[in-house]
T-cell receptor
Framework: DQQVKQNSPSLSVQEGRISILNCDYT??????FLWYKKYPAEGPTFLIS?????DKNEDGRFTVFLNKSAKHLSLHIVPSQPGDSAVYFC??????????FGAGTILRVKS | GAVVSQHPSWVICKSGTSVKIECRSL??????MFWYRQFPKQSLMLMAT?????????EQGVEKDKFLINHASLTLSTLTVTSAHPEDSSFYIC?????????????FGPGTRLTVL
């Protein structure tokens, strides 16, 4: 039972353009959502999070949007840089409980 | 802040031996630590959740007698792979969350690459 899905295994974007990574979830009880970035052979790095009481959270080049009615969240990276090339995982959970991770999306930013 | 370290970063061992991996929160007290493993080109698979001073909670399908977890202090958790076999070869990653008042953001360690010969 995949409660968190990232349907795009990979995404390729030109440097300077916007990268949009998508994530869908099925559990309406989730109240906390996060995005992580991961390079090969390294642990994930926390990027940005959002609580279910918000619909947008911004941190520099990264913005996360949450659409609770659609059970959908997205990560926007503007402008995309070659160093952003990595695997991006979305995660969801209830406060105080374990997180459920998506399968990840490989982002390639071409220069 | 919120730095998590793991040791060792990689280990090679013979089949049948046991391997211990340490996970430390360096600048915060971790009330909860998580252990994951990741196979090539796959997502993170949660193995177990441990709270300081209590027994770990294992995910379905994870052998608790094979993967021993100890969370003896607020800054240290250990994962011991007992009687390791080649199929245990994987990338093991820990994460930690802090005290109440902080978010439930999990901060991850750099991972440990285990290769069992």
């Amino acid at each position: 039972d995949q409660q968190v899905k990232q349907n795009s295994p990979s995404l390729s974007v030109q440097e300077g353009r916007i990268s949009i990574l998508n994530c869908d979830y099925t559990n309406s009880m989730f109240d906390y959502f996060l995005w992580y970035k991961k390079y090969p052979a390294e642990g994930p790095t926390f990027l940005i999070s959002i609580s279910s009481i918000k619909d947008k959270n911004e941190d520099g080049r990264f913005t996360v949007f949450l659409n609770k009615s659609a059970k959908h969240l997205s990560l926007h990276i503007v402008p995309s840089q070659p160093g952003d090339s990595a695997v991006y995982f979305c995660a969801a959970g209830k406060y105080g409980n374990k997180l459920v991770f998506g399968a990840g999306t490989i982002l390639r930013v071409k220069s | 802040g919120a730095v998590v370290s793991q040791h060792p970063s990689w280990v090679i061992c013979k089949s049948g031996t046991s391997v211990k991996i340490e996970c430390r929160s360096l600048d915060f007290q971790a009330t909860t630590m998580f252990w994951y493993r990741q196979f090539p080109k796959q997502s993170l698979m949660l193995m177990a959740t441990s709270n300081e001073g209590s027994k770990a909670t294992y995910e379905q399908g994870v052998e608790k007698d094979k993967f021993l977890i100890n969370h003896a202090s607020l800054t240290l958790s250990t994962l011991t792979v007992t009687s390791a076999h080649p199929e245990d070869s994987s990338f093991y990653i820990c994460s930690a969350t802090g005290l109440a008042g902080l978010t439930d953001t999990q901060y991850f360690g750099p991972g440990t690459r285990l290769t069992v010969l």
